[in-house]
Structure formats: C-alpha cells, structure tokens
C-alpha cells in the first residue's frame, strides 16, 4: 500500500496481504470475488461490482473480458465497449431470466423481474450451456 502526505513523497509497506490487494486499489471495478458456479460446475471467475463506481464502470474501456462481471442492476448497455457481450438475467435467486448477446455500442433492453446480471465474453453462455431456468451463484 502507498501512502501519500504533502511533505513526503511515498512509502510502500511489504506485507503480503498489502501486495495482495494492490490491484484492487488501483481498479476497484476488477475485484475477483470468487467462481460463478452453475450447479457443481465451476464457470468462470467472478467479479461482483458492489459500489456505484464499480457498477458504473463495469467492462467499459476493455478489449477483452475475462471471467465475469456480476452487477445489481436490470440493465446494460455496450456504449463505448470494443467487444460484444453475453448478460444473464438473474432474478434475486439467481435463477437465468434471460440471456441476450449485446454487440458494442447498443444499449440493452431493461428487464425488470432482474435483480442482477451477469456478464461474460461473447459465446460464453452457449459454450456453457447456460439457459433460462438454471442457477447462477457466486462461491469463495
């Protein structure tokens, strides 16, 4: 961890768990909860975005998206995104409402019996075999 005062320029503490939690830090939208599990089959690594900012920021700028992103909203959209996404959306059991492809730049339809969404890179979903009716969950 980095601290910062006026006078002085910074100091960085060598403890593990600080080194550890660096990445956090410097993107909080990138915080790796756990699994996304469908059943007893492990999907993929999930980040849960918990704050406004996290949900506000969610995958926009990426290339890429690795693992998932799980966010407590009805809606998403690919504006300013450069790759397309698969979202699931889960009511407050986790149950798959729905699952849409969105191609980059096109705002998403809302869905308002979703209490969440899960998003994931494009094709993920059908290669998982992820479909209306099965539960999502997130486990440490």
């Known amino acids: 961890r980095t601290t910062r005062s006026p006078t002085a320029t910074s100091s960085t503490s060598a403890s593990t768990s600080d080194r550890m939690a660096a990445p956090v830090d410097r993107d909080p939208g990138l915080r790796c909860d756990g699994w996304l599990v469908k059943g007893t089959t492990v999907l993929a690594s999930a980040c849960v975005a918990r704050t406004r900012t996290e949900r506000?920021?969610?995958?926009?700028?990426?290339?890429?998206?690795?693992?998932?992103?799980?966010?407590?909203?009805?809606?998403?959209?690919?504006?300013?995104m450069r790759c397309a996404i698969d979202v699931a959306f889960c009511d407050a059991a986790g149950t798959v409402l729905r699952v849409v492809t969105i191609p980059p730049g096109r705002p998403g339809r809302c869905c308002w019996a979703a209490r969440r969404v899960v998003e994931a890179p494009e094709g993920a979903f059908a290669s998982w075999g992820v479909v209306p009716g099965d539960v999502l969950e997130v486990r440490t």
Do not use: K, N, S
């Open 56 to 80: 506000r920021r969610g995958l926009l700028g990426r290339d890429t998206v690795d693992g998932v992103m799980v966010l407590p909203v009805r809606a998403v959209h690919t504006i300013g």
